[in-house]
């Protein structure tokens, strides 16, 4: 199988690794964390402009028809400059509930506005009982004339202290873990009823919790009394688009890493010299590279048909990812020494980062765990 990008992703690769070298260095980031919103909202403008933000719509709908290849590209670049701005939740997770469970007039009315970097999105589907069972839902949503009344707290909403929109689950019918009965809900923040503390994570990472207080809803997405399947399929997409990213910085932290170990010195040479750090360098290395080929394998399985083999893939990409972030990750900080828990040098930050993609939609364990559940990756014949 070829894996080498065609001409129009490289020009993609290309433009973006462009852009956030000459806009995210690490100075720059300090100051976009340090701005009201966390993030720059000059350089989401620029995201804009240059097609990152409408890149996976359709081309009818207002977008660049890019697929799931060109988001791999995007998010690994982003991975590799840990990029503080909406991206993975307004395009990837907010975008992929407009792209598969919206109605037609719907999706023309907000792809543009998502594309051209006016509209922002968040997913609020994480609760505080609910760990990482996405079907794990009490919040509730009433039928009232042609709206839903939705009631209830969700956590941990990526960026959703800057949202203009939030994709809610919320639960019709059915007891809190049934599987049935959940709906998906398109929330405008501005709403009467929704109260929104946002914070800032340990990466440095926007999120906030979320309340809704009989809050209406004007649209569903999908089909409301199903809509567990389409939860399912867009957050497969994002844990495709987090291994790219975290493929990214994985890379850095092992190439700062190497450049550390040439440069300090112990007992008059470099450390790059002993041997036993050599192996737990190159013990990075072979998980970063083990990781890239779950990354590729992610970018296709992402688009299985099949919801339960879909399912059974990501959840081995997640386990796999998320045991080498925490190696890599670990590896870096033990071979820095304590200059790498300091705010003032990079490898922290990465770190950080690489922890926070472990747990997103959930960590080692419980993908290691739901894929023993459901028999492993290869069946049995």
């Known amino acids: 199988m070829d894996f080498d990008l065609n001409e129009s992703q490289g020009m993609l690769q290309d433009s973006v690794r462009k852009l956030l070298s000459d806009k995210y260095g690490f100075e720059n980031r300090k100051a976009y964390l340090a701005s009201e919103t966390g993030w720059s909202r000059d350089l989401w403008a620029q995201y804009a402009d240059l097609g990152l933000l409408g890149l996976p ?32 939740s307004t395009v990837v997770l907010g975008g992929g509930f407009l792209r598969h469970g919206a109605a037609a007039d719907l999706r023309a009315d907000m792809v543009a506005g998502v594309a051209g970097g006016g509209v922002l999105l968040a997913f609020a589907q994480q609760e505080r009982q609910s760990r990482y069972d996405l079907h794990d839902v ?28 939030f994709i809610v689950t919320a639960r019709i019918s059915g007891n809190r873990r049934d599987k049935g009965g959940i709906g998906v809900f398109l929330v405008p923040a501005k709403a009467e009823g929704v109260a929104v503390r946002g914070f800032r994570q340990v990466d440095g990472s926007r999120a ?9 809803a004007e649209h569903a997405l999908g089909t409301p009394e199903d809509g567990l399947a ?24 092992h190439a700062m890493t190497l450049d550390y170990m040439k440069t300090r010195q112990q007992f008059g040479k470099p450390i790059g010299s002993f041997q036993a750090l050599q192996h737990k360098a190159a013990d990075m290395l072979v998980a970063i590279e083990q990781s890239r080929s779950m990354a590729y394998f992610a970018t296709m399985a992402a688009r299985d048909p099949d919801a339960a083999e879909r399912r059974r893939n990501m959840h081995a990409v997640k386990a796999q990812i998320g045991r080498s972030q925490r190696l890599v990750g670990q590896e870096a900080i033990q071979l820095h020494g304590g200059i790498a828990m300091t705010m003032e040098y990079a490898a922290g930050h990465y770190f950080k980062r690489l922890t926070v993609n472990e747990a997103s939609f959930g960590d080692t364990d419980f993908h290691l765990r739901s894929l023993s559940d459901l028999g492993g990756l290869v069946q049995a014949a």
């Open 57 to 88: 719509f359709d081309e009818e709908d207002g977008g660049f028809g890019g697929g799931g290849e060109e988001v791999m590209i995007v998010a690994e670049q982003m991975g590799r400059h840990i990029t503080l701005e909406p991206w993975l």
């Open 138 to 165: 009490a919040t509730t949503a009433k039928k009232d004339g042609a709206s839903w009344v939705i009631t209830g707290r969700k956590g941990m909403v990526l960026h959703g202290d800057t949202a203009d929109h």
């Open 208 to 216: 906030a919790e979320v309340e809704f207080s009989d809050a209406r």
């Open 230 to 253: 389409l939860v399912d399929k867009v957050v497969d997409e994002a844990i495709a688009a987090l291994a790219a990213e975290a493929i990214g910085a994985m890379d850095v932290v």
